[in-house]
Every structure is written in structure tokens, then in C-alpha cells.
């Protein structure tokens, strides 16, 4: 029963890890990379489509994406969608490529984009505290219950909390290199 309350713990903590680097993979930087337009929506055939399952994204260069439709009667509306998507980008057709080159992030854009980063870590942070709270809990309903006994209950709220200042120790890590990577010039 504690095995599986701390399994329980880590699973969550980790899938907290895997949406903050979602999150940060969506604050652009100066770079281009493919990732960037995973979440813009196309119009095809009247559903709402991500641009990569109806086109090939590529790095043109390391401040160029390459957008090629599959279907030659897209190109239009995958490049309104860039266009109209919360990015800032600016795309332009070339034949069957759309390009999509990535503007220079100005020294006040940084800072913004920094703080967003910011909020993005501290709320991963509080979610995995939540976690915590979550499993200590369940512990002590256990204890409750009878299941288990105090000094069990209470070496595992020490690895619940182990778990805990990891998963926020790598979050702390994951912050540090976007900051570093928002703020290169």
C-alpha cells in the first residue's frame, strides 16, 4: 500500500515535469526549431488540425522553420494560421515552401518571456507540492484505517518528501537553462 502511494507520488510528479517542458518548449526564443508549431491549429476539411499533421516542418537555418504542405490548396491557410497565432511570426510562401523567419527578441521581450518562464516554474512547483500533500494524505488515512503503523507512515512521508525536493530540484535545473537560453543574445 505505501509502494503504491509513492509510485502514485512519482508518476504525477513526473508527468508535472514532462507539461513544464511542454510549456517551456512553446516560449520562443531567438531559435527557430520545430517544436514552435506544434500547437498552431489549421482549418482542414473544417477541423481544427495542429500545422505538423498536415505539413512537413523543417529548419530551413538556425533562424528559418520550412513549412511544406502536403496538400498545395493548405498553403494559404497554414500561413493565416501562423500568422494569426500568438507567436509574432511573420511567414511567406516561396513556391510550395512557407517560410517562417524567427524575428530577434529584444532585450524588454527577454525579460517578459523570462517572467513568463518564471510563473510557468513556480506553478510546476506548486503542483508537485500539491502531489505531496496528496500522497501524505493517503498516508495518513492509511494510519487511519489501521493499514499501516506510525513509523511506517512516517519513513514513508520521508521519501514522499525525498521524491519531492528532487522533482523540484529539477525543476529549478529546467528553469535555470531557459533563462540562460531566453537570455543568450
Sequence with gaps: MIADVKKNAEQKMQKSLESLKADFG???TGRAH???????????????????????????DARTL??????????GQIEKAIRDSDLGL???????????????????????LTK??????ENARVS?????RDANDQLKKLIKDK???EDDERRAQDDVQKLTDKH????????????AELMAV
Design 26 to 28: 512553446k516560449v520562443r
Design 34 to 60: 520545430t517544436g514552435l508549431l506544434d500547437h498552431v491549429m489549421v482549418d482542414y476539411y473544417g477541423t481544427p488540425t495542429a500545422v505538423p499533421q498536415v505539413a512537413s516542418v523543417t529548419l530551413v
Design 66 to 75: 520550412g513549412v511544406s504542405p502536403w496538400e498545395k490548396k493548405l498553403m
Design 90 to 112: 511573420n511567414p511567406a510562401s516561396s513556391g510550395d515552401l512557407i517560410r517562417v523567419p524567427m524575428p530577434a527578441l529584444t532585450e524588454e521581450r527577454r525579460k517578459d
Design 116 to 121: 513568463v518562464v518564471r510563473s510557468e516554474a
Design 128 to 132: 508537485i507540492r500539491n502531489i505531496r
Design 147 to 149: 493499514a499501516i503503523s
Design 168 to 179: 523540484i530540484a529539477e525543476v529549478d535545473k529546467m528553469l535555470q537553462a531557459k533563462e
